[in-house]
Protein backbone atom coordinates (compact mmCIF):
# COMPACT_ATOMS: atom_id res chain seq x y z
CA UNK A 1 0.00 0.00 0.00
CA UNK A 2 1.52 3.41 -1.22
CA UNK A 3 1.86 6.20 1.92
CA UNK A 4 -0.19 8.43 0.45
CA UNK A 5 -2.94 5.67 0.52
CA UNK A 6 -1.99 4.69 3.89
CA UNK A 7 -2.66 8.07 5.20
CA UNK A 8 -6.01 8.22 3.80
CA UNK A 9 -7.03 4.90 5.89
CA UNK A 10 -5.50 6.31 8.85
CA UNK A 11 -7.23 9.78 8.57
CA UNK A 12 -10.71 7.93 7.35
CA UNK A 13 -10.78 5.18 9.93
CA UNK A 14 -9.50 7.82 12.87
CA UNK A 15 -12.09 9.90 12.05
CA UNK A 16 -15.08 7.44 12.26
CA UNK A 17 -13.58 6.51 15.31
CA UNK A 18 -13.79 9.89 16.63
CA UNK A 19 -17.54 9.54 15.50
CA UNK A 20 -18.49 6.79 17.11
CA UNK A 21 -16.67 8.30 20.37
CA UNK A 22 -18.70 11.59 19.72
CA UNK A 23 -22.33 9.71 20.18
CA UNK A 24 -20.92 7.54 22.65
CA UNK A 25 -20.64 10.70 24.83
CA UNK A 26 -24.22 12.32 24.72
CA UNK A 27 -25.38 11.53 28.37
CA UNK A 28 -28.86 10.36 27.01
CA UNK A 29 -29.73 8.54 23.43
CA UNK A 30 -32.22 11.61 22.76
CA UNK A 31 -29.78 14.01 22.51
CA UNK A 32 -28.67 12.85 19.43
CA UNK A 33 -31.32 13.72 17.81
CA UNK A 34 -32.39 17.39 19.10
CA UNK A 35 -32.04 20.39 16.13
CA UNK A 36 -31.96 23.38 18.30
CA UNK A 37 -32.90 26.62 16.78
CA UNK A 38 -30.83 27.10 14.45
CA UNK A 39 -28.99 23.69 13.91
CA UNK A 40 -30.52 21.65 10.49
CA UNK A 41 -28.86 18.63 10.79
CA UNK A 42 -28.62 16.58 14.16
CA UNK A 43 -25.68 14.29 15.69
CA UNK A 44 -27.63 11.42 14.00
CA UNK A 45 -28.62 13.13 10.98
CA UNK A 46 -24.82 13.76 10.12
CA UNK A 47 -23.74 9.99 11.52
CA UNK A 48 -26.12 8.40 9.02
CA UNK A 49 -24.71 10.91 6.08
CA UNK A 50 -21.38 10.50 6.94
CA UNK A 51 -21.49 6.29 7.35
CA UNK A 52 -23.53 6.12 4.21
CA UNK A 53 -21.38 8.43 2.11
CA UNK A 54 -18.20 6.89 2.78
CA UNK A 55 -19.90 3.46 2.37
CA UNK A 56 -21.34 4.26 -0.44
CA UNK A 57 -17.99 5.81 -2.52
CA UNK A 58 -15.19 4.11 -1.13
CA UNK A 59 -16.82 0.93 -0.17
CA UNK A 60 -19.40 0.26 -2.81
CA UNK A 61 -18.23 2.24 -5.90
CA UNK A 62 -14.34 1.93 -5.37
CA UNK A 63 -14.37 -1.25 -3.84
CA UNK A 64 -17.40 -2.97 -5.25
CA UNK A 65 -19.15 -4.18 -1.78
CA UNK A 66 -22.27 -5.03 -1.43
CA UNK A 67 -23.94 -1.67 -0.44
CA UNK A 68 -27.09 0.70 -1.63
CA UNK A 69 -27.08 4.08 -0.46
CA UNK A 70 -30.55 5.92 0.74
CA UNK A 71 -29.05 9.51 0.39
CA UNK A 72 -32.69 10.95 1.41
CA UNK A 73 -32.97 8.52 4.62
CA UNK A 74 -29.30 9.85 5.56
CA UNK A 75 -31.32 13.16 6.01
CA UNK A 76 -35.08 12.17 6.63
CA UNK A 77 -34.85 9.57 9.02
CA UNK A 78 -35.21 10.51 13.14
CA UNK A 79 -34.58 8.79 15.65
CA UNK A 80 -33.02 5.61 14.73
CA UNK A 81 -31.08 3.88 17.92
CA UNK A 82 -27.84 4.68 18.87
CA UNK A 83 -26.70 1.55 19.01
CA UNK A 84 -27.91 1.28 15.11
CA UNK A 85 -26.21 4.21 14.09
CA UNK A 86 -23.05 2.66 15.79
CA UNK A 87 -23.27 -0.48 13.37
CA UNK A 88 -23.30 2.10 10.73
CA UNK A 89 -20.02 3.00 11.99
CA UNK A 90 -18.64 0.26 12.98
CA UNK A 91 -19.69 -1.32 8.64
CA UNK A 92 -18.66 1.64 7.08
CA UNK A 93 -15.22 1.77 9.39
CA UNK A 94 -15.32 -1.90 7.70
CA UNK A 95 -15.66 -1.42 4.11
CA UNK A 96 -13.31 1.92 4.27
CA UNK A 97 -10.76 -0.01 5.99
CA UNK A 98 -11.24 -3.25 3.09
CA UNK A 99 -11.36 -0.82 0.40
CA UNK A 100 -8.01 1.06 1.41
CA UNK A 101 -5.72 -1.77 2.43
CA UNK A 102 -6.31 -2.91 -1.32
CA UNK A 103 -6.24 -0.05 -3.00
CA UNK A 104 -2.93 0.82 -5.47
CA UNK A 105 -1.27 3.75 -6.03
CA UNK A 106 -2.26 3.42 -9.79
CA UNK A 107 -5.97 3.73 -8.55
CA UNK A 108 -5.36 7.26 -7.17
CA UNK A 109 -4.77 8.59 -10.46
CA UNK A 110 -7.13 6.92 -12.54
CA UNK A 111 -11.38 8.46 -12.62
CA UNK A 112 -12.97 7.94 -9.75
CA UNK A 113 -15.72 5.17 -11.08
CA UNK A 114 -18.46 6.81 -10.90
CA UNK A 115 -19.27 10.42 -12.02
CA UNK A 116 -20.06 12.89 -8.92
CA UNK A 117 -21.46 16.46 -9.10
CA UNK A 118 -20.94 15.97 -13.20
CA UNK A 119 -17.37 15.28 -13.05
CA UNK A 120 -15.34 12.15 -12.74
CA UNK A 121 -12.19 13.52 -10.43
CA UNK A 122 -8.91 10.95 -10.04
CA UNK A 123 -9.71 8.95 -7.39
CA UNK A 124 -6.99 9.97 -4.96
CA UNK A 125 -8.32 13.47 -5.10
CA UNK A 126 -11.74 12.20 -4.70
CA UNK A 127 -10.29 10.24 -1.66
CA UNK A 128 -9.17 13.66 -0.23
CA UNK A 129 -12.52 15.38 -0.54
CA UNK A 130 -14.13 12.62 1.49
CA UNK A 131 -11.78 13.22 4.42
CA UNK A 132 -12.36 17.13 4.33
CA UNK A 133 -15.85 16.33 3.63
CA UNK A 134 -15.93 14.37 6.64
CA UNK A 135 -14.42 16.51 9.29
CA UNK A 136 -16.35 19.37 8.24
CA UNK A 137 -19.17 17.53 8.94
CA UNK A 138 -17.29 15.79 12.12
CA UNK A 139 -17.12 19.26 13.66
CA UNK A 140 -20.23 20.42 12.97
CA UNK A 141 -21.34 16.90 15.03
CA UNK A 142 -18.62 18.18 18.10
CA UNK A 143 -20.34 21.40 18.42
CA UNK A 144 -23.97 19.89 18.33
CA UNK A 145 -23.10 17.89 21.39
CA UNK A 146 -21.51 20.69 23.00
CA UNK A 147 -24.57 23.08 22.81
CA UNK A 148 -27.41 20.36 23.78
CA UNK A 149 -25.55 18.47 26.20
CA UNK A 150 -24.02 21.63 27.65
CA UNK A 151 -20.48 20.38 27.91
CA UNK A 152 -18.06 22.85 26.67
CA UNK A 153 -14.99 20.69 26.39
CA UNK A 154 -13.94 18.76 22.58
CA UNK A 155 -13.14 14.61 23.25
CA UNK A 156 -9.80 15.24 22.15
CA UNK A 157 -10.59 12.34 19.45
CA UNK A 158 -8.94 13.37 16.70
CA UNK A 159 -5.20 12.79 17.72
CA UNK A 160 -2.46 13.19 15.25
CA UNK A 161 -0.41 10.45 16.92
CA UNK A 162 -2.76 7.93 15.39
CA UNK A 163 -1.35 9.29 12.31
CA UNK A 164 2.62 8.41 12.98
CA UNK A 165 1.43 4.70 14.30
CA UNK A 166 2.77 1.91 11.45
Known amino acids: MSETVRDLRRILLRDLDTLRAE ?34 YVGAVLGGLPYVRDRPGEFGDRDVPRGELLEGIAAAREAVGQV ?5 EDR ?5 PEEVAGVRP ?19 LDYHRRIVTGTPDGLGAQSVAILMEG
Open 122 to 140: PTGRFLMHLAVHFGYHLGQ
Open 100 to 104: LANLS
Open 108 to 112: LVEPF
Open 23 to 56: LEAYPREDQIWEAPEGIRNTAGTLALHLTGNLHH
